[in-house]
T-cell receptor, first 113, second 118 residues
Framework: GENVEQHPSTLSVQEGDSAVIKCTYS??????FPWYKQELGKGPQLIID?????GEKKDQRIAVTLNKTAKHFSLHITETQPEDSAVYFC????????????FGTGTRLLVSP | GAVVSQHPSRVICKSGTSVKIECRSL??????MFWYRQFPKQSLMLMAT?????????EQGVEKDKFLINHASLTLSTLTVTSAHPEDSSFYIC??????????????FGNGTRLTVT
């Protein structure tokens, strides 16, 4: 079945720096790649997503890139702020649709003021 | 935006009892909902797919008789943990699809239910 690997498991940056989280997936049929932010005690919140026919997508300080050939996708956060501190999960779709997801192992991001 | 509400947010129960968790789509109809389980500091693991008006589809390794799922309406799915044991203690999260499953719609997640079995 689909396997999604995520690195790093923890990431500490200074406020204003950039943060990059990388994921790889195994199923070449995956066609949808969302990123979620999870704060303590809460459910995941969708922050950005990308589909297989697009190589890059940007939304203000957040961007996602996808390399289908290498089966890699990455999350880029620029000008990080303390409120960006949370656990971030990547995910890849399985089964041909957009909703059944396999999640990565998560990255705990800490942004220090 | 689409809102998914889970209730209760926290529940403590004694070993051997059953616990019901509700997942509601507040401002949209959800023909499909998903139930996930998350252990501390771990990722979300898909447990089952809940389809309105039909039986749930369980992932490999998930006991369907222990985790009963009912999706009786387009806005409500319930997960019942039967004869709970301490190893069932976990964070249970539901998600709902806006519109019809398989279409171009993202998932929206509830805020989770922290189950502690003593």
């Amino acid at each position: 079945g689909e396997n999604v690997e995520q690195h790093p498991s923890t990431l500490s940056v200074q406020e204003g720096d950039s943060a990059v989280i990388k994921c790889t997936y195994s199923d070449s049929a995956s066609n949808y790649f969302p990123w979620y932010k999870q704060e303590l005690g809460k459910g995941p919140q969708l922050i950005i997503d990308i589909r297989s026919n697009v190589g890059e997508k940007k939304d203000q300080r957040i961007a996602v890139t996808l390399n289908k050939t290498a089966k890699h996708f990455s999350l880029h956060i620029t000008e990080t702020q303390p409120e960006d501190s949370a656990v971030y999960f990547c995910a890849a779709s399985i089964g041909g649709g957009f909703q059944k997801l396999v999640f990565g192992t998560g990255t705990r991001l800490l942004v220090s003021p | 935006g689409a809102v998914v509400s889970q209730h209760p947010s926290r529940v403590i129960c004694k070993s051997g009892t059953s616990v019901k968790i509700e997942c509601r789509s507040l401002d949209f109809q959800a023909t499909t909902m998903f139930w996930y389980r998350q252990f501390p500091k771990q990722s979300l693991m898909l447990m089952a797919t809940s389809n309105e008006g039909s039986k749930a589809t369980y992932e490999q390794g998930v006991e369907k008789d222990k985790f009963l799922i009912n999706h009786a309406s387009l806005t409500l799915s319930t997960l019942t943990v039967t004869s709970a044991h301490p190893e069932d203690s976990s964070f249970y999260i539901c998600s709902a699809v806006v519109g019809r499953a398989g279409m171009d719609s993202p998932l929206h997640f509830g805020n989770g239910t922290r189950l502690t079995v003593t």
